[in-house]
């Protein structure tokens, strides 16, 4: 690293700026090895539900809450399957499941 003064580098970010880019470029690097896969494990379905619902969902993504209709859509199942799995965890619906 070539330093003109304490503070000013050249050819080279300062360390606090340095980890920050070299973390971000971690973070991509993980985006796009599993984004090309996540493509093929998503199912695309028809989905009826309420014009006040999805008023809603749209209001969301305009403040942007979510970048867009279907991962707000995406965050509810997830959220409900969660709550569902916890609940029957508690009745040990998977205690049982597993001494089979």
Request: with cysteine.
């Amino acid at each position: 690293m070539k330093v003109l003064t304490r503070d000013i580098y050249i050819n080279e970010d300062p360390p606090d700026i340095r980890e920050e880019k070299e973390h971000l470029k971690k973070s991509l690097e993980t985006i796009i090895k599993v984004k090309p896969d996540r493509k093929k494990h998503l199912k695309n379905i028809s989905l009826n539900y309420p014009n006040l619902y999805d008023e809603c969902i749209k209001d969301l993504v305009f403040l942007g809450i979510y970048p867009s209709r279907s991962e707000a859509i995406r965050t509810a199942i997830r959220q409900f399957l969660q709550k569902e799995y916890k609940e029957l965890e508690l009745l040990g619906f998977f205690k049982k499941r597993r001494l089979k």
